[in-house]
């Protein structure tokens, strides 16, 4: 078989960039003058992915618990797919502060469709363009994310660097690989450390001596 004398492409594995603290406040400041403020601060307090997030509805929302359901995707090429990148659906607790941010987010919308009456679709969508419908991802990346990233001085970030930011500064704060897992909606905590092996931190303990202080 010529084929056993062909040697495999090697699969260089991409840095992960995510925010330095002072880089996320520096962006959080500037998104606050953005119109999709309150989609920038959920991503970065969820690490959900940009589909999802474009995917919710305010049933999805519970105002009581703090809580928010996630088990739909939107693609603007494919539309509305129920069910995550790994087919199930997850609940996750919001911080108070994104919590905030969702209920100011609600009252301008209703505002909007006082306004326009009839003329706001009724998709229910906790972010939405001026009419009530999907946003159009590579518009919001180009006029907003973008601009927000150029004001804050941060440079080679993307929109899915916001799940990076989230993920790492968790592992690093000591939260559980199992719970940052179903936080971002991986199937298995193995793809989790698969990943952000690097940022969880190492004990300064040797494994051999465990066995020793038992006995």
Sequence with gaps: NPAEFVEGMKHHKKEIRALEPKEIKAFVRESKTDKHHALWYLLLNSGMRIGEALSLTWEDLDFEKDTLTIGKTYDQDFGLKDGTKNG???????????????????????????????????????FAN??????????????HFNEVLKRA???????????????????MNNISVLEVSHYIGHKSPLITM??????????DKNTSDIMERII
């Design 88 to 126: 199930s659906t997850r609940q996750i607790k919001l911080n108070a502060s994104t919590m905030k941010v969702l209920q100011q987010q609600h009252s301008k919308q209703l505002e909007q469709q006082l306004s326009l009456g009839k003329y706001w679709n009724p998709n229910n969508l906790i």
């Design 130 to 143: 001026g009419v009530g419908e999907y946003l159009n991802l590579n518009n919001i990346r180009r006029r």
């Design 153 to 171: 001085g941060i440079s080679d970030f993307k929109i899915h660097d916001l799940r990076h930011t989230f993920a790492s500064h968790s592992l």
């Design 194 to 203: 698969s990943v952000y092996a690097h940022f969880v931190p190492s004990e």
